[in-house]
């Protein structure tokens, strides 16, 4: 019989327990919802007060997530003498930024500025993550390439700060090239049919082509596209038009140069092949300008050339923006701190410290950019790229072309392949 | 005798106290017990009821609501001057798990209340029966000297209930939702949609021949890299442990070495090891004259490599368990053997087998289970990869565990994700219970 009053009593104390929590769960809708309202005032006090000036709240302090470098330990620490806000700096990559907002945000332990790729950047603003760029909107515009500009902007609404913009050329290695003649795909095959000794793992030409990425600038020459308009408009596909399948076919013939199956040509392969001077040309993006400025051996940057018969190459570019999460205490100072490390001469700092490619207009010239062979080789390129596109359908974009250059590369028919896997597209993109 | 006696010493009582006590606890959790003349005990109970009925009224038809719709009001951008402002609507994940937090605080409550209703019974009974219900005091040292590990057992109870069944049950939710990376709160409102995703998952054919072959590739690789390992193990067991056999320490610790390093960086050292072109596998090979094998470019070989490497990093584990269980086994059956002129392969096969046999089941069984979960080797090692043109978001060595990580994380189809985590958590769920209802092991602890 006592035996079940003390089941009781049990009951009891998980019942205390459990009034805890209950407790505490209701309390906590009620300061979201405290917060929330606080938030909506002070963003119409804010908006009263005239937008002449954007002003600080007070007490704020910034949480800033980006890939840490010695660049973004500078802006922050010139951000915090000049207005006295305290920003910390976390490591948290451009790829995962997105998904770690969309829970940690909620929790209060979010960031309140991040870098977003701009492949990233649909997937966020379809979560309602991000704010809007709004009060440095015309300052943005004005100072940025349009390119960055586009690639930050989601259905004509601006949302990011551009840093810088990235792309991949050729990076060649002058102590292994010598004086060979590089300015046509053909001479590059030629150089490499010399240069290429398999056996003892030295190569020519090498690039990742597992990455598609890659692999759409042998389509471009001849007319191909991911997605039409300039990439923006997904429901005109070109990845099967005639001008990529002949692109494609060239992208055959690269085998004779580069005797590899795709998945074994990896990036820790590829780089450590080129670091140890075995491979003389090495399609790489311009995220190694740094690491690749300081090698033994002298290091030079050509755009990529034209196809044989074709037009220029256009490569794929990409954009790295600073953005102000939705779920910020201090969407203000936030906005402030995105464009102070945005602006003009910041990018220019970021270009010396860390070999960036800014996204600012018209300082390619500047005196204060980097002037080495390999930066001013990325500037040329970068007349030649295209941003890839920022939308949410650019991920079936990798699913269903990544397959297919592997199995083009392997020996599969050009044409049916490309068809079959902008059918998959177009179906993924349509049933939406 | 006595109880009879006391019976008919009270029958116009008879059920007099119970009816009342239970009808009091019917009313109010508390009230049957205060007419028990347990008065502490009832206000306390009393205390919780009102408490628990202020909870059900103010946070449960929100917690009804919120679960039933997730969540009524969008959240969009406002511009207010130049400035645009966020506007918080309902965040439909949230909703959702503060919901089921109050459902099953509210579940529990309901079930203290039916305890309490059998407690007052039963004290009436105990009333009526001419026995004096216990005093505040003695329920108190009664619980702390007899229930004390009840109590204790609650708090790793209230874990389980709140870290591993309400995940589970929201998981399972999930999967009735339109949960994807479309649909991604705060911005949009998840939708109930019942089996849509199980039906597009199985009907549509480009997704159900996905999940049918990644499935079958599942169980295929569980299978062999669990018989691998395991026999891998044993064979080694046996030779180090066989008579005559020198330095044995020396011989354990060498082949213990591959599972000390992290698997981590051992699969990705593999990864480099086995590539086609300028791994030193291959190289070896090409300098001996041998064709070099795509081992990780071929969707064949990618699977054996994957089995190789498996086989390579799991076989320590059971060799070191087999030989403790060799340990175990009376050497007197050997020597009973030798006299009877048994060859060594048949004490092998008739003492050595069955005898480990009998301890690892339960454990192959288990390490099978793992298997199918071997998340860490497949996605470090090949990541799924030869890709298949033919697969929705994933490659030719694809386990169920990976393919869902892909969905969730990379393509951000949290629904699909979750009718597949329904699908592995039923396989797993049937092989952990078969396991220790079925295996001779467990048998004979249960019979002990």
Same mark, same amino acid.
């Given at each position: 019989?006592?035996k079940?009053?003390?089941?009781?009593v049990?009951?009891?104390?998980?019942?205390?327990?459990?009034?805890?929590?209950?407790?505490?769960?209701?309390?906590?809708?009620?300061?979201?919802?405290?917060?929330?309202?606080?938030t909506?005032?002070?963003?119409?006090?804010?908006?009263?007060?005239?937008?002449?000036?954007?002003?600080?709240?007070p007490?704020a302090a910034?949480?800033?997530w980006?890939?840490?470098?010695?660049?973004?330990?500078?802006?922050?620490?010139?951000?915090?003498?000049?207005?006295?806000?305290?920003?910390t700096?976390?490591?948290?990559?451009?790829?995962? /930024?997105? &998904?770690?907002?969309?829970?940690?945000?909620?929790? !209060?332990t #979010?960031?309140? =500025?991040l $870098?977003?790729?701009?492949d990233?950047?649909?997937?966020a603003?379809?979560?309602?993550?991000?704010?809007?760029?709004?009060?440095?909107?015309e300052?943005?515009?004005s100072?940025?390439?349009?390119?960055?500009?586009?690639?930050?902007?989601?259905?004509?609404?601006?949302?990011g700060?551009?840093?810088?913009?990235y792309?991949y050329?050729?990076?060649?290695?002058?102590?292994?090239?010598?004086?060979?003649?590089?300015e046509?795909?053909?001479?590059?095959?030629?150089?490499?049919?010399?240069?290429?000794?398999?056996?003892?793992?030295?190569?020519?030409?090498?690039f990742?082509g /597992?990455? &598609?990425?890659?692999?759409?600038a042998?389509?471009? !020459?001849? #007319?191909?596209? =991911?997605? $039409?308009?300039e990439e923006?408009d997904?429901h005109?596909i070109?990845?099967?038009?005639e001008?990529?399948?002949?692109?494609?076919?060239?992208?055959?013939k690269?085998r004779e140069?580069?005797?590899?199956?795709?998945s074994?040509?990896?990036?820790?392969?590829?780089?450590?092949?080129?670091?140890?001077?075995?491979?003389?040309?090495?399609?790489?993006?311009?995220?190694n300008i740094?690491?690749y400025?300081?090698?033994?051996?002298?290091v030079?940057?050509?755009p990529?050339?034209?196809?044989?018969?074709?037009?220029?190459?256009?490569?794929?570019?990409?954009?790295?923006?600073?953005?102000?999460?939705?779920?910020?205490k201090?969407?203000?100072a936030?906005k402030?701190?995105?464009?102070?490390?945005t602006?003009?001469?910041?990018?220019?700092?970021?270009n010396?410290?860390?070999?960036?490619?800014?996204a600012?207009?018209?300082?390619d010239?500047?005196?204060?950019i980097?002037k080495?062979?390999?930066?001013?080789?990325?500037?040329?390129q970068?007349e030649?790229?295209r941003m890839?596109?920022?939308?949410?359908?650019?991920?079936?974009?990798?699913?269903?072309?990544?397959p297919?250059?592997?199995?083009i590369?392997?020996?599969?028919d050009?044409?049916?392949t490309?068809?079959?896997?902008?059918?998959?597209?177009?179906?993924?993109?349509?049933?939406? | 005798?006595?109880?009879?006696?006391?019976?008919?010493?009270?029958?116009?009582?008879?059920?007099?106290?119970?009816?009342?006590?239970?009808?009091?606890?019917?009313?109010?959790?508390?009230?049957?017990?205060?007419?028990?003349r347990?008065?502490?005990?009832?206000?306390?109970m009393?205390?919780?009821y009102?408490?628990?009925?202020?909870?059900?009224?103010?946070?449960?038809?929100?917690?009804?609501?919120?679960?039933?719709?997730?969540?009524?009001?969008?959240?969009?951008?406002?511009?207010?001057?130049?400035l645009?402002?966020q506007?918080?609507?309902?965040?439909s994940?949230?909703?959702?798990?503060?919901?089921?937090?109050?459902?099953?605080?509210?579940?529990?409550?309901?079930?203290?209340?039916?305890?309490?209703?059998k407690?007052?019974y039963?004290t009436?009974?105990l009333?009526?029966?001419?026995?004096?219900?216990?005093?505040?005091?003695?329920?108190?040292?009664?619980?702390?000297?007899y229930?004390?590990?009840?109590?204790?057992?609650?708090?790793?109870m209230?874990?389980?209930?709140f870290?591993?069944?309400?995940?589970?049950?929201?998981?399972?939710?999930?999967?009735?939702?339109d949960?994807?990376?479309?649909?991604?709160?705060?911005?949009?409102?998840i939708?109930?949609?019942g089996?849509?995703?199980?039906k597009?998952?199985?009907?549509?054919?480009a997704?159900?021949?996905?999940f049918y072959?990644?499935?079958l590739?599942?169980f295929?690789?569980?299978?062999?890299?669990?018989?691998?390992?395991?026999?891998?193990?044993?064979?080694?067991?046996?030779?180090?442990?066989?008579?005559?056999?020198?330095?044995?320490?020396?011989?354990?610790t060498?082949f213990?070495l591959?599972?000390?390093?992290?698997?981590f960086?051992?699969?990705?050292?593999?990864?480099?090891?086995?590539?086609?072109?300028?791994?030193?596998?291959?190289?070896?090979?090409?300098?001996l004259g041998?064709a070099?094998?795509?081992?990780?470019s071929?969707?064949?070989?990618a699977k054996?490599?994957?089995?190789i490497?498996?086989?390579?990093?799991?076989?320590?584990?059971?060799?070191?368990?087999?030989?403790?269980?060799?340990?175990?086994?009376?050497?007197?059956?050997?020597e009973?053997?030798?006299?009877?002129?048994?060859?060594?392969?048949?004490?092998?096969?008739?003492?050595?087998?069955?005898?480990?046999?009998?301890?690892?089941?339960?454990?192959?069984?288990?390490?099978?289970?793992?298997?199918?979960n071997n998340?860490?080797?497949?996605?470090?090692?090949?990541?799924?990869?030869?890709?298949?043109g033919?697969?929705?978001?994933?490659?030719?060595?694809?386990?169920?565990?990976?393919?869902?990580f892909?969905?969730?994380?990379?393509?951000?189809k949290?629904?699909?994700?979750?009718?597949?985590?329904?699908?592995?958590?039923i396989?797993?769920?049937?092989?952990?219970?078969?396991?220790?209802?079925?295996?001779?092991?467990?048998?004979?602890e249960?019979?002990?």
């Amino acid at each position: 019989m006592t035996k079940k009053l003390g089941v009781l009593v049990l009951c009891m104390m998980l019942m205390v327990m459990l009034a805890a929590c209950g407790g505490k769960t209701g309390s906590g809708a009620e300061t979201t919802t405290n917060t929330a309202n606080t938030t909506g005032n002070s963003g119409e006090e804010a908006a009263a007060e005239g937008t002449e000036e954007l002003t600080p709240e007070p007490g704020a302090a910034l949480t800033f997530w980006t890939i840490k470098d010695d660049f973004t330990d500078y802006a922050a620490a010139e951000f915090e003498k000049k207005y006295g806000i305290k920003v910390t700096v976390e490591d948290v990559a451009y790829w995962d /930024s997105v &998904a770690r907002l969309t829970t940690d945000g909620p929790a !209060g332990t #979010g960031a309140d =500025v991040l $870098g977003i790729n701009n492949d990233g950047l649909g997937g966020a603003v379809k979560a309602g993550v991000i704010l809007p760029n709004d009060y440095y909107e015309e300052e943005t515009r004005s100072i940025n390439r349009k390119m960055a500009v586009d690639a930050s902007t989601i259905d004509g609404i601006l949302y990011g700060y551009p840093r810088n913009v990235y792309t991949y050329s050729l990076y060649v290695n002058k102590d292994l090239v010598k004086d060979a003649k590089l300015e046509t795909w053909d001479d590059i095959i030629a150089f490499s049919k010399k240069f290429n000794d398999v056996k003892n793992n030295k190569y020519g030409f090498m690039f990742e082509g /597992s990455n &598609a990425f890659y692999d759409v600038a042998f389509m471009t !020459g001849y #007319g191909g596209y =991911v997605f $039409g308009s300039e990439e923006t408009d997904p429901h005109d596909i070109g990845v099967n038009n005639e001008g990529s399948i002949k692109g494609m076919e060239f992208f055959q013939k690269l085998r004779e140069i580069m005797p590899l199956k795709l998945s074994d040509a990896t990036r820790d392969v590829k780089t450590g092949l080129w670091e140890d001077g075995k491979l003389a040309i090495n399609m790489d993006g311009s995220w190694n300008i740094g690491n690749y400025g300081k090698l033994p051996f002298q290091v030079e940057v050509l755009p990529l050339p034209a196809m044989p018969g074709g037009g220029d190459t256009i490569v794929l570019a990409g954009n790295t923006s600073y953005y102000v999460s939705s779920y910020s205490k201090y969407p203000n100072a936030a906005k402030m701190f995105a464009n102070f490390i945005t602006s003009k001469e910041m990018q220019i700092k970021d270009n010396q410290m860390t070999g960036i490619i800014p996204a600012a207009e018209g300082i390619d010239n500047d005196p204060n950019i980097r002037k080495d062979a390999i930066m001013q080789g990325f500037f040329k390129q970068m007349e030649h790229s295209r941003m890839m596109s920022n939308r949410t359908e650019m991920e079936f974009f990798w699913n269903y072309m990544g397959p297919a250059f592997d199995e083009i590369w392997n020996g599969a028919d050009v044409k049916a392949t490309l068809d079959k896997a902008a059918e998959g597209m177009k179906t993924s993109i349509g049933t939406k | 005798m006595q109880q009879l006696a006391i019976e008919r010493k009270y029958p116009e009582h008879s059920k007099k106290f119970r009816k009342k006590a239970v009808l009091l606890s019917v009313i109010a959790m508390g009230l049957g017990q205060i007419y028990n003349r347990q008065y502490a005990k009832g206000f306390l109970m009393l205390a919780f009821y009102v408490y628990g009925i202020y909870t059900a009224v103010t946070s449960l038809p929100h917690a009804l609501w919120a679960l039933a719709t997730l969540g009524e009001t969008e959240t969009h951008l406002q511009k207010v001057g130049r400035l645009y402002k966020q506007v918080m609507g309902d965040h439909s994940i949230f909703l959702m798990i503060e919901g089921l937090i109050t459902v099953f605080i509210m579940l529990v409550m309901v079930w203290l209340y039916i305890a309490g209703i059998k407690d007052a019974y039963r004290t009436g009974k105990l009333r009526e029966e001419g026995v004096r219900p216990n005093t505040f005091k003695q329920t108190l040292s009664f619980v702390a000297a007899y229930r004390f590990p009840h109590i204790v057992l609650a708090i790793p109870m209230l874990g389980v209930v709140f870290f591993t069944v309400m995940p589970i049950i929201f998981m399972i939710l999930v999967a009735f939702t339109d949960f994807t990376r479309d649909t991604m709160p705060p911005a949009h409102l998840i939708n109930w949609e019942g089996l849509q995703a199980f039906k597009e998952l199985l009907r549509i054919k480009a997704w159900s021949h996905t999940f049918y072959s990644v499935t079958l590739w599942t169980f295929i690789w569980a299978f062999f890299a669990t018989i691998t390992g395991y026999f891998g193990g044993f064979a080694a067991a046996l030779l180090v442990q066989s008579k005559g056999i020198r330095f044995k320490s020396f011989w354990r610790t060498a082949f213990i070495l591959p599972f000390a390093i992290p698997m981590f960086v051992s699969t990705l050292i593999m990864r480099n090891i086995f590539n086609g072109q300028f791994g030193p596998v291959n190289q070896y090979l090409g300098m001996l004259g041998i064709a070099k094998a795509p081992w990780l470019s071929d969707p064949l070989w990618a699977k054996i490599t994957l089995i190789i490497v498996n086989f390579w990093l799991s076989f320590p584990v059971s060799m070191l368990m087999i030989i403790g269980i060799l340990s175990t086994i009376p050497k007197d059956m050997y020597e009973a053997a030798d006299i009877d002129g048994a060859s060594g392969s048949q004490k092998t096969r008739l003492i050595t087998f069955p005898m480990v046999m009998y301890s690892m089941a339960p454990l192959i069984i288990m390490q099978f289970v793992a298997n199918i979960n071997n998340f860490n080797i497949v996605y470090l090692l090949t990541n799924g990869k030869p890709l298949n043109g033919d697969f929705q978001f994933a490659g030719h060595t694809d386990i169920l565990i990976t393919w869902l990580f892909k969905l969730s994380m990379e393509q951000g189809k949290y629904n699909y994700a979750s009718v597949i985590g329904i699908f592995i958590f039923i396989v797993l769920s049937v092989f952990a219970i078969w396991n220790v209802r079925r295996t001779k092991a467990f048998k004979e602890e249960d019979a002990s």
